[in-house]
């Protein structure tokens, strides 16, 4: 017989194998034939070497990464049947072309070609111990041995397992397979697609997920789980076929299985719940073979109420009549100016001016309108559009007011300021260049924020423990340009108001006829505190992400109240003058009417004096009492006449006050300048 040496060969030589020939004698009649103790038959037991190399083929790196199989003799442990692979990995230098072909062979001469012993290059100390191990292993029977080999080619030993089967019959064989121990230990190779399940989900509401346990090994397993609680109905957590997982399920290599929870929160309100799920991995009861590991699944849940967007919804409502009352007040602040144009106190502050700060507050009003858009009421890139739009008409609108407040608080300065009170002429070129400077740098500044680093609207999720689903919107930018473009507008307005409040503390003493030096300084003063208190409480606010309202809230209120300050200190006191003159005037001509009247009555009491004598001594009685009626009527009409004295004396007492008052602040303006009264009166 030779045996399979490699599987090329066994395909063309189906007939090698290992047979038993057991001989029938017989003495006797067998038919027509006698015969005396000769052979007529015999039981042949045959076993085809293409069956053991399909065992030895099938264990060689299946069983794990470097198994091999071998078949060898019981008593000498000599190879019988081994792969071409393996012969060549163990056997490097043994091995031609004839022991490709033949190991062990019965000649025709009938000598024998033994094979090679396993200890010629399997280095090992423990040869002898496996020998004995097999021989005193009964036919049929299983064992196994952990030995140090070194395989030729390798610097140091390497455990393996050999796991033996003594065959029952046929020969005294026993196929030898050798496993590396790591490897074996690692032949069960259970895999979970995921360490945690977690749940987000909805109070009142249930929901299922897996976690898929899969056999990459090439041996089959066992895996368990024990209740600890994960059975029943009537819980927040389940497992599903958790009987089934309890007794154990069976995984085949490659096969795999889902580890499915089902989370119910019906009945239990709001929680958060984390538990942990063990799964017990053991070898599928294999003789001599002990393998057990665990694998964990972590299980959180958390069971919260509908999310809150923290939208505007309301508040929103509130904005839009803010910013109605804002362009309203403008509206009308214009219609006014317009309708009375000719009224001194009007006609005095320049009705462009007016006009124009009116327009800037209807700009910065409509800053309040896209304040109010989130992506409750429009879509992510209308939210997005309404971000980018207030700078512009924040900005815009306060460029126009503040450059028409600082233009009159200069042309006032250069007025009463001049040098020897010359005639100067201030025309519109010189009043429109810190409007065109400022206009000019903020357009430039906001256009290339809009190109480079436009405003987008995101939401975010809030991060709060126990609200995964609650979520916030805000307007941000991908980059970081918009930080050195925001600086910059900042750095402009922020010089310009500095400039303004120079402006307005050189007017400080000026005393025009309508007061309106004070009220423009009493604005500029009321922007600048807006912003210094208002940017901090800003900031401040966008940093909590939870109190989005409040932020919202801080900024509508400084547009609004920066606008509304303007209108109100720069159109108020001008409406309160325009009627107290029309008032002073109407008083004047009822003291008139009432002097006309006095006059008329002294007239009628002098006449009757006059033509007292000429009446009669017959109606002297009679003219007495008339007499004394004249006399009682011109007493009352003294008393009012002395008290329309007193009213005109304390007229013109505050009349004078108030050219003193003016004389006291031209001298000031003439110390200031260096001219002496003297010198004035000389002139």
């Not at 154990?248 to 929160?265: C, K, Y």
């Not at 299980?299 to 505007?312: F, G």
């Not at 009491?605 to 009679?622: G, L, M, R, V, W």
Request: charged share 20%.
């Amino acid at each position: 017989t030779t045996p399979y040496i490699g599987q090329d060969y066994i395909t063309k030589q189906m007939w090698i194998g290992v047979s038993v020939v057991a001989p029938i004698y017989y003495t006797g009649n067998l038919g027509d034939s006698q015969y005396n103790d000769e052979i007529i038959a015999a039981a042949v037991i045959s076993i085809w070497m293409k069956s053991t190399a399909s065992v030895i083929n099938n264990l060689e790196d299946s069983l794990c990464e470097g198994s091999f199989a071998l078949l060898a003799d019981v008593t000498t442990l000599r190879v019988i049947a081994i792969s071409e692979t393996v012969m060549m990995k163990i056997y490097p230098e043994n091995v031609r072309l004839e022991d490709l072909v033949t190991m062990v062979t019965i000649t025709t001469d009938g000598t024998r070609k033994e094979g090679m012993f396993l200890s010629n290059k399997l280095e090992s100390a423990r040869w002898d111990k496996l020998r004995d191990k097999v021989n005193a292993t009964g036919k049929g029977e299983r064992g196994s041995l952990v030995m140090d080999i070194t395989i030729t080619g390798e610097a140091s030993p390497t455990e393996y397992y050999v796991m033996f089967d003594r065959w029952a019959s046929v020969a005294d064989y026993v196929m030898l397979v050798f496993a590396p121990v790591e490897g074996v230990h690692g032949a069960m190779g259970p895999v979970l697609s995921s360490q945690s399940v977690s749940f987000e989900i909805r109070e009142g509401t249930s929901a299922s997920k897996n976690a898929t346990l899969t056999n990459n090994g090439t041996l089959s397993l066992l895996a368990r789980i024990a209740d600890r609680g994960w059975g029943g109905t009537k819980k927040r957590l389940t497992l599903v076929n958790a009987a089934g997982w309890k007794r154990g399920i069976r995984l085949e290599p490659g096969e795999s299985v889902n580890v499915q929870i089902d989370v119910n929160t019906r009945g239990f309100g709001a929680f958060n719940e984390s538990r942990t799920l063990v799964l017990d991995i053991e070898d599928d009861d294999y003789p001599d073979c002990t393998n057990m590991s665990s694998r964990t699944l972590t299980v959180t849940v958390e069971a919260s109420p509908e999310p809150k967007l923290n939208q505007l919804n309301k508040f929103s409502i509130l904005f839009f009549v803010l910013c109605a009352i804002v362009l309203v007040a403008a509206v009308v602040f214009v219609a006014w100016v317009v309708w009375f144009r000719k009224v001194p106190v009007v006609r005095s502050s320049q009705v462009p001016f007016l006009i124009l700060i009116c327009i800037g507050c209807f700009v910065m009003g409509c800053t309040l309108i896209p304040l109010s858009i989130d992506d409750g009421i429009a879509t992510e890139r209308g939210a997005g559009i309404a971000c980018m739009t207030v700078p512009w008409l924040f900005f815009m609108g306060f460029v126009i007011t503040f450059s028409a407040l600082f233009s009159k608080l200069w042309r006032i300065n250069k007025i009463f300021q001049q040098s020897n009170f010359k005639k100067i002429k201030v025309q519109a070129r010189d009043v429109m260049i810190p409007f065109a400077v400022l206009f000019s740098l903020n357009f430039v500044f906001l256009l290339c924020w809009t190109l480079v680093d436009p405003i987008k609207w995101e939401r975010k999720k809030t991060g709060r423990l126990g609200n995964w689903g609650d979520s916030y919107g805000r307007c941000y930018c991908e980059g970081q340009a918009w930080i050195a473009f925001l600086v910059l507008i900042a750095a402009v307005n922020i010089s310009a108001l500095v400039l303004a409040c120079v402006e307005a503390y050189r007017a400080r003493d000026i005393n025009d006829v309508y007061s309106e030096t004070k009220y423009i300084t009493v604005a500029v003063v009321a922007i600048f505190q807006i912003f210094v208190l208002g940017i901090p409480i800003i900031a401040l606010t966008n940093s909590n992400n939870d109190e989005t309202h409040v932020s919202y809230v801080v900024r509508c209120l400084l547009v609004f109240l920066v606008s509304m300050s303007v209108l109100l200190l720069m159109f108020v006191p001008k409406m309160r003058i325009k009627k107290n003159s029309k008032r002073d005037q109407a008083k004047k001509k009822e003291e008139s009417l009432d002097r006309v009247m006095k006059n008329a009555a002294m007239g009628v009491n002098k006449a009757t004096k006059q033509s007292k004598p000429e009446h009669s001594a017959a109606s002297e009685d009679t003219n007495e009492t008339s007499e004394m009626g004249m006399i009682h009527f011109n007493k009352s009409f003294i008393k009012v006449q002395l008290e329309q004295s007193q009213g005109e004396a304390e007229t013109l007492k505050n009349e004078n006050k108030a050219i003193r008052d003016e004389n006291e602040m031209l001298k000031v303006l003439l110390k200031q300048h260096g001219i002496s009264s003297v010198e004035v009166e000389s002139k």
